[in-house]
């Protein structure tokens, strides 16, 4: 199979037909205002509530579970560890895969289905476990103390630095520069967790930091020591983002917004014909989308501060769970079909991880079932009810959030221009799918 | 012209479709077709595509009309998986053309690509489950053709300029 020069799938999407675009941005437009006229002037989520799940909360907390858990994932990055280091270096090896499919589109279903699975089995913080066992120090000790107002800030440049080898990094699909970076990742996730102790890893990871913070979105929620299946806008109303959790999110729309831009005509054929190295293009291009929507989101939360008795800077992280659903929405319309196809490949790849026909799971043999694409429309709707349903949630939540923060009299003053900025995000979303 | 939208290029491809060939017997029922898709050209003559179409001027071909120069048997509305969709690239001096503009085929039509290069190149089009390699000389006009067997966005690319040619949206 030839390496495709964007990204590893040799197959896209179909544009969204321009006819979905405009009803789209059409319903975006009328149920938001609709929301903001007819909707509740009272907090409805005020509590978390759901059903206490004490079993399941006994099977999970059991240390035999989390040991197994964790050591099966363990085996499935040695065994991708494997391929990265002992494969060939073509598509046929799953590290690729593995790495832009399974890992960073795959973290999305597990962490809505599973909370934070993603979290309790991160091979790093089981390495630095095993390291600490080793030393006979507690995981949680570090050399230096990691200020709390680091938050996540070292994430969302870690998902910068991710989406760039995804979208820029030139030959991202060849092993002798997916090993560098794996190499990076590994070395500054654990010698920082050396340093700082394992919380370095919930500060500076980007995968565990993007799965957490989509499992805030999860229909499993952990309240105190319990587990509960809980509404998941109930529980995003609950989540006390960390400081940099709003550059995290902006990293993460930003850049799959950028996917989408790079790839329309316009943005090829200026980058094509310019003599500034498309290496400078791209960097700048995710750079500026990831900032474009930083600076739109945190300005339009912060207006409320002109309504609210907090600061105006305190207010873009007590909103950015609002746009998770947002995000939910691009990433869905945007990777469904990759995560479908391309992990099916990887899947049957992973039986072979060294190109010697080999067959250790059974899937070498499968075929990779890519029927999915014989029905665009049907894969144009998802795209359009993911993003236009992924809008319409983050409306509610975001107005929750602003009869919470607001006095009623005030909240609908105070939150029109962050319903603004995400109409915009969204007919953006969409104008990108529909990839002129 | 280079710079232009996906739109745009199927545009001029649809156009000259429509008023290209003319003379030809063969043609008159594509360029009823043509007429269809357009919408627009009343009158299939020769003036129409008194601009070539910069995605479309390339290598000649020994074309049995043979009305210009430039002209390419593109026997057909792009749209109609009947007809083979003609697509001409050109590289020079590290440039394409076309340069990354998105064509609508249909599933099931033949695909063909005449190409001319001022260096040797690979011509590769991603098509899902099999891909396609167009070996091309220095100077020297190549000519290949695929079929699209399958829905989706595909990618054809010139592999030693790692630059993305044109975007096939098969439907």
Redesign the interface.
């Known amino acids: ?2 390496v ?3 990204g590893i799938a ?6 969204l037909p321009f006819s979905f675009v405009v009803i789209g941005a059409v319903l975006a437009l009328t149920i938001s205002f609709v929301i903001l006229i007819f909707a509740w002037r009272a907090p409805r989520f005020d509590r978390v509530g759901g059903r206490p799940m004490p079993r399941l909360t006994a099977i999970v907390d059991y240390p035999v579970t989390r040991l197994v858990a964790r050591v099966v994932v363990l085996a499935a990055y040695v065994w991708a560890l494997l391929a990265l280091l002992a494969g060939q270096d073509l598509l046929t090896n799953p590290a690729f895969g593995f790495v832009y499919v399974w890992m960073w589109v795959g973290l999305v279903p597990i962490s809505l289905l599973l909370g934070q699975f993603w979290r309790a089995t991160n091979p790093l913080r089981t390495i630095h476990r095993g390291l600490c066992a080793l030393a006979r120090v507690d995981p949680g000790q570090g050399l230096v103390a990691l200020s709390a107002k680091v938050g996540v800030w070292p994430a969302a440049a870690g998902i910068f630095g991710f989406a760039w080898l995804e979208l820029v990094q ?1 030959d991202r699909t060849t092993l002798a520069v997916l090993r560098l970076w794996a190499l990076a990742w590994l070395v500054i996730l654990v010698l920082g967790a050396i340093v700082f102790g394992q919380r370095w890893i919930g500060a500076a990871d980007p995968f565990e930091a993007y799965a957490s913070t989509l499992a805030q979105m999860s229909i499993w929620r952990r309240v105190g020591d319990q587990m509960r299946l809980v509404n998941p806008l109930a529980g995003l109303n609950a989540w006390h983002a960390p400081p940099g959790a709003t550059a995290v999110v902006a990293a993460l729309l930003g850049s799959t917004a950028f996917d989408s831009f790079a ?4 943005w ?3 980058v ?2 310019s003599s500034v190295p ?1 290496v400078m293009w791209g960097t700048g291009g995710l750079l500026a989308m990831i900032i474009i929507v930083f600076v739109s989101f945190s300005l339009a939360a912060a207006w409320m501060g002109r309504y609210g008795g907090r600061p105006a800077a305190a207010y873009p992280r007590l909103m950015v769970g609002s746009l998770l659903p947002i995000v939910l929405g691009y990433v869905v319309a945007h990777y469904a079909t990759l995560l479908i196809v391309e992990g099916q490949r990887t899947a049957i790849n992973f039986s072979d991880p060294l190109g010697r026909g080999w067959n250790v799971f059974g899937s070498a043999e499968m075929g ?1 079932n ?1 029927a999915i ?2 029905y ?1 429309t049907a894969i144009a709707l998802v795209q359009l009810a993911a993003i236009v349903g992924g809008h319409v949630l983050g409306i509610v939540c975001a107005h929750e959030k602003a009869v919470t923060l607001l006095p009623p009299d005030r909240a609908l003053r105070g939150q029109w221009p962050l319903l603004l900025v995400m109409v915009g995000y969204t007919c953006a979303g969409l104008v990108l799918l529909f ?2 | 012209m280079h710079g232009l939208g996906g739109a745009t290029s199927t545009q001029q491809l649809r156009e000259r479709d429509t008023s290209m060939p003319a003379r030809s017997a063969v043609i008159g029922g594509a360029v009823a077709l043509g007429l269809l898709l357009n919408g627009c050209t009343s009158n299939p003559e020769p003036e129409a595509s008194a601009s070539p179409a910069a995605t479309l001027s390339g290598p000649s071909e020994p074309s049995p009309p043979a009305t210009s120069s430039t002209s390419v048997p593109a026997q057909s509305p792009s749209l109609n998986a009947e007809y083979a969709l003609t697509i001409n690239i050109e590289i020079a001096g590290g440039k394409t053309v076309p340069n990354g503009n998105k064509i609508d085929v249909r599933v099931g039509q033949k695909v063909i690509l005449n190409v001319m290069s001022d260096t040797a190149d690979e011509i590769h089009a991603h098509l899902g489950e099999k891909d396609y390699e167009l070996a091309v000389p220095a100077g020297k006009p190549a000519k290949g053709s695929f079929t699209l067997d399958s829905r989706g966005s595909f990618e054809v690319e010139s592999h030693h300029l790692e630059k993305t040619i044109v975007i096939l949206n098969a439907r």
């Open positions: 199979m030839l495709p020069l964007h040799s197959r896209h999407d179909l544009p030139p790839n329309t005509s316009w090829i054929g200026v094509q014909s498309t990779v890519s694409f014989n665009p990839s002129p």
